[in-house]
């Protein structure tokens, strides 16, 4: 009987962003999950890091799985070249519907809607909803802003100073993969 392969979310953003260090490392990610037996939950949009993110998987071998609101549907393009499809009614059922169906959450660079995820996932895993890892790509410093308004949060006596260990930071894809693959050991 063969293990149940684990299910990685990506959130990052639905534009490709002005540096091209974020294109390389949404491909990066994308290739490096699928060629480490990982699964791709994502947001189902073929815009941005997403697409990138998505075709770059698929390219590399992986199986891709992709949630996307029936209102996003055609404004983000959904992809029809992934291997599921899944279409929701409402923006929460999507995020509860990648979180539901991953092991852990790497985060790439992105706008409101990442943010949006993003902070959710850190706020339930505040309230003690799951431990699952979870990952900040800052190619470039891109999350470094982010940081500062967590410490500022924490400083401010908003939340305690152990919501900041609830994200790991790293520069690089490779360097997510590597986490991933500590957190979920090959048991074949």
Same mark, same amino acid.
Not at 106 to 121: A, H, Q, R, S
Not at 156 to 164: I, L, M, N
């Given at each position: ?34 060629? @480490?037996?990982?699964?791709? *939950? ?14 770059? @998987? ?5 199986? *891709? ?20 499809? *899944? ?79 609830? @994200?790991?930071? *790293? ?18």
């Amino acid at each position: 009987m063969s293990t149940p392969r684990v299910s990685i979310c990506v959130f990052c953003g639905s534009r490709p962003g002005k540096k091209d260090i974020y294109r390389a490392t949404a491909e990066a990610l994308g290739t490096g999950l699928a060629k @480490a037996g990982f699964n791709l *939950v994502y947001g189902a949009g073929d815009l941005g890091l997403m697409g990138l993110t998505a075709r770059s @998987a698929k390219a590399a071998g992986g199986h *891709v799985t992709g949630f996307i609101p029936r209102h996003l549907f055609e404004r983000e393009l959904g992809t029809y070249d992934i291997d599921a499809l *899944v279409i929701t009614e409402t923006m929460h059922e999507r995020k509860k519907l990648m979180f539901g169906n991953s092991d852990a959450i790497v985060t790439l660079p992105g706008g409101p809607g990442t943010l949006d995820e993003l902070i959710e996932v850190l706020t339930w895993r505040q309230l003690g909803l799951h431990e699952r890892p979870v990952i900040l790509v800052g190619p470039e410093g891109y999350w470094d802003p982010f940081l500062a308004l967590l410490d500022h949060i924490i400083e401010q006596g908003f939340c305690d100073a152990s919501f900041r260990s609830y @994200a790991t930071l *790293v520069e690089t894809a490779e360097q997510a993969i590597e986490i991933l693959r500590d957190a979920f050991p090959a048991t074949d």
